[in-house]
């Protein structure tokens, strides 16, 4: 199951990277230095979350599972955005800029790739804050109710960072809402709701996907910088690096807020989590619907 350090060397560079990420930001802002959040900064960024993130996978999920999961999560995120884009399903009538580069159907493959992060973020904190089926080989007719409950949490994640990443979007023209929207309407016309219903969908159906493909197997390395610090680090980062923008660069304090309110909760119960286990408790917070898990034992 891995050592005590299995995981850390992956770790540190996703710290590393989160807090370079969050200087650079907060220097932009403290020296009046005026760069904009351009395309190459999230090139780069999501480019280096995209290392930790297949980093991690191989070591708790295998090449196998891994390349599963991420080849399907692209496809059906090429797809959506690919509907949306030209006929206006799913997410609603927009289209991308040619700012985000090389295009296909009218969906750049920037715009496809960055689903991953976060989706992937959100389908590890889930196992955090939501009953632990590591190790339950269940039935599929017994897993299909708690898989839809996860999916439905992991869904949930994942969208509350579109609630600030879309409206960043819109403002440094990466994509444009052809009729604009309801949410933030002063911010280059806003944001549709559909928007937001439609990230509900394609990321609930890509977490249920995810769920069927491991079908709680164990992880091939568990240790605490796996189980926990990496993950709610991968999604503190994004929180981070977008509440950062919103405030500095966009100079929109209330949108940094929804985003807060949105992503906050998910870090604060699996904090929580974290506190109790280091204060000695064996069982992860609901465990006891699908059995407990010493994570000290792992570590």
């Known amino acids: 199951m891995g050592t005590l350090h299995t995981g850390r060397a ?18 932009n802002h403290i020296l009046q230095l005026g760069l904009p959040f351009s395309v190459h900064f999230l090139i ?8 930790f993130v297949g980093w991690h996978a191989v070591l708790t999920k295998g090449w196998k599972r891994s390349g599963l999961m991420f080849l399907a999560s692209f496809i059906i995120a090429f ?5 949306g884009v030209n006929f206006g399903w799913i997410f609603g009538n927009y289209h991308y800029t040619p700012i985000l580069g090389i295009q296909v159907f009218g969906v750049p493959f920037l715009a496809a790739l960055a689903w991953e992060p976060i989706l992937y973020a959100a389908f590890c904190i889930t196992d955090i804050l939501a009953p632990n089926l590591e190790g339950k080989r269940l039935s599929w007719l017994r897993c299909i109710p708690v898989y839809l409950w996860l999916s439905t949490v992991g869904a949930l994640a994942t969208t509350a960072w579109d609630m600030m990443i879309d409206p960043i979007a819109v403002s440094q023209g990466w994509w444009v809402w052809h009729d604009g929207g309801a949410y933030m309407p ?12 439609g990230w509900l969908g394609v990321s609930f159906t890509i977490n249920l996907i995810y ?18 610090h990496g993950p709610l680090t991968l999604y503190a980062s994004l929180f981070l690096t977008s509440a950062g923008v919103s405030i ?5 304090n209330e949108v940094a807020l929804v985003g807060a309110m949105a992503m906050a909760p998910f870090l ?22 699908t059995g407990t898990t010493n994570l000290r034992d792992h570590t």
């Open 10 to 27: 992956a770790f540190y560079y996703l710290f590393a990277l989160t807090v370079s990420a969050v200087a650079v930001i907060s220097a």
């Open 44 to 51: 780069g960024y999501v480019g280096a979350l995209l290392i």
């Open 79 to 83: 797809i959506a955005e690919a509907l």
């Open 186 to 197: 002063y911010l280059a016309n806003g944001v549709p709701v559909q928007n937001f219903i």
């Open 211 to 228: 769920r069927f493909i491991l079908n709680g197997r164990q992880p091939l390395q568990k240790t605490r910088f796996l189980g926990i």
């Open 248 to 252: 500095t660069v966009l100079q929109r």
């Open 268 to 289: 604060a119960i699996a904090g929580s989590n974290l506190s109790l286990l280091r204060r000695g408790w064996n069982v992860m917070p609901g465990s006891g619907m």
